[in-house]
């Protein structure tokens, strides 16, 4: 008979509509995962899948089977959740991701009063962007994220929390960063060392000039933050970086930054949990824990609290004093 094993992965192969991208969300080998469906196929005595050009689609057996599966799983959850919930001891296990500067803020305190609190439940917390995380919200593959919100997805919830400014990042001598506020018009004749990826600072600074009708100074594209950051030390160019990024630098005095206004570049951050599941109580516990090791640690990292209905990714017009930035 088949197990709830091979109608997941069966389930998973159904969403996604390729082998190839079910295998790397499940973390098995393709092969492997052929093996799996052939195996249902012979054990029902039907064809579940044909393939096309673009990957596999149901046959109608296939459709019916699906179905099938994921009542299955979906009942098979619910129990779950509920035999977790008459224990007195919170157990099961999450997956967290979270963007490498918020990271470095809130991961350790994170997970060390995670473990405080919940000795025997398990969470397994990741490094990653912004783009991933969603992709793997959006799969199942995360259940809770911290997220530079975006456009709107009905595979994950998310709350705007925080609210991030873009500093302009240089060596600790150069004049540019002598003073705490910068204007974007001034930062835009400057040497920049910018990485690629328009769903980041990059993407946020581009969207900025273009309202704007004007053009960075780009002298350098490089997705690497270690050596960008080696760059500017080294006085190739400026970066444009959350101060999250850089605290230590610019603390230690290995480098300077300004916030930048006029407009500033601002970008709302997210507790976002996946949709396609019911959410265990591991994963709930942990969203939670999440959203206040980020307001405590909002002052330190310079975030500001979110105004209720601001969109995501904006940019504001409205020029506000360091000190006000960098509160809770």
Same mark, same amino acid.
């Given at each position: 008979m088949f197990t709830l094993h091979q109608m997941s992965a069966f389930e998973c192969v159904a969403r996604s509509g390729s082998l190839t991208q079910a295998a790397a969300t499940l973390g098995v080998s393709q092969p492997a995962l052929s093996r799996t469906i052939r195996l249902l196929e012979a054990e029902l005595g039907v064809q579940l899948l044909f393939r096309t050009g673009r990957g596999v689609e149901l046959?109608?057996?296939?459709?019916?089977?699906l179905d099938f599966c994921r009542e299955t799983l979906d009942n098979v959850r619910a129990v779950r959740l509920k035999l977790e919930e008459l224990s007195t001891t919170l157990q099961g296990s999450a997956r967290i991701a979270m963007p490498t500067g918020i990271a470095s803020m809130t991961m350790a305190p994170f997970v060390t009063r995670f473990n405080e609190l919940f000795p025997v439940a398990r969470i397994h917390v990741s490094e990653a962007f912004t783009g991933d995380i969603v992709r793997r919200l959006s799969t199942g593959a995360v259940d809770v994220g911290v997220i530079y919100t975006g456009p709107a997805?009905?595979?994950? =919830?998310?709350?705007?929390? &925080?609210?991030?400014?873009?500093? &302009?990042?240089?060596?600790?001598?150069?004049?540019?960063v002598q003073v705490s506020e910068i204007g974007l018009h001034e930062v835009l004749k400057l040497p920049l060392i910018l990485p690629t990826r328009q769903e980041g600072v990059r993407g946020l600074l581009d969207r900025a000039i273009s309202d704007l009708g004007q053009q960075a100074n780009v002298v350098i594209e490089l997705d690497a933050t270690v050596s960008l950051l080696d760059l500017i030390r080294q006085e190739k160019g400026y970066g444009l970086f959350p101060y999250c990024v850089v605290k230590q630098e610019v603390e230690s005095g290995a480098l300077q930054a300004s916030r930048i206004v006029d407009p500033c570049l601002t970008r709302d951050i997210a507790i976002?949990?996946? =949709?396609?599941?019911p &959410?265990?109580?591991v994963a709930r516990q942990a969203a939670s824990l999440l959203r206040a090791s980020l307001l405590k640690e909002a002052k330190?990292?310079?975030w500001s609290r979110t105004p209720s209905g601001v969109p995501a990714g904006h940019t504001t017009p409205v020029a506000r004093s360091a000190a006000t930035s960098s509160g809770p």
């Open positions: 046959t109608e057996g296939g459709q019916v089977f997805s009905q595979a994950i =919830s998310r709350e705007n929390v &925080l609210g991030e400014d873009i500093y &302009l990042v240089g060596p600790p001598d150069a004049a540019a976002a949990t996946t =949709s396609v599941r &959410l265990s109580p330190s990292a310079r």
